[in-house]
């Protein structure tokens, strides 16, 4: 997207100090599933000006996931268009979310939420539908009233 939109500056931040080791040419690829990923970022690497990897510890990215969090759930319907995003660091924690309603009016993660909260299916669902329900909603937890994901972190 960054390549899609004329950027020619970029900060990468990663909480995995290998893969940025690895992506830089700094440190060997040992994995052979991971060599074509590598091999796929260094060649997007040149197409910038300036690209700078940065390492942020695990225990303190929360701002990394929060970005990866929205960036899954923007969808572009026009791929030559963008919505710009302006991210603001604010010293009090806060809760912030860019999701579309899915046609029926409801939000993408209703039925995970609804499974969460009782451990009911939508009554008309099917067993495929409700196992991946079940299934979608490991990667989910609730506290309150808010759906949290999941990281492996």
């Known amino acids: ?6 950027v020619h500056e970029l900060l990468v931040i990663g909480d995995s100090d290998l893969l ?15 060599i074509p990923y590598v091999q796929y970022v260094q060649m997007l690497c040149e ?3 300036k690209i700078e990897f940065r390492n ?9 996931d929060s ?3 929205i960036a899954s759930m923007i969808k572009h319907p026009d791929s030559y268009y963008n919505d710009p995003l302006d991210i603001e660091l604010k010293e009090h924690p806060f809760h912030c ?3 579309e309603a899915e046609p ?4 993408w993660y209703f039925d995970i ?5 009782s451990r009911y299916y939508p009554e008309d669902d099917t067993f495929n539908q409700k196992n991946s329900i079940r299934r979608m909603a490991l990667n989910f937890f609730l506290s309150g009233e808010i759906l949290y994901m999941r990281t492996p972190n």
Do not use: C
Not at 1 to 6: F, L, P, Q, R, S
Not at 56 to 64: A, L, M, R, S
Not at 113 to 117: D, M, Q, R, V
């Open 1 to 6: 997207m960054a390549i899609d939109i004329n």
């Open 20 to 34: 940025i080791h690895q992506v830089q040419g700094e440190w060997a690829v040992k994995n052979p599933k991971i």
């Open 47 to 49: 197409r910038f000006r």
């Open 56 to 64: 942020t510890p695990i225990i303190q990215n929360e701002f990394v």
């Open 67 to 69: 970005l990866s969090t």
């Open 97 to 99: 979310s860019h999701v």
């Open 104 to 107: 029926d009016g409801l939000p």
């Open 113 to 117: 939420k609804k499974y969460l909260e």
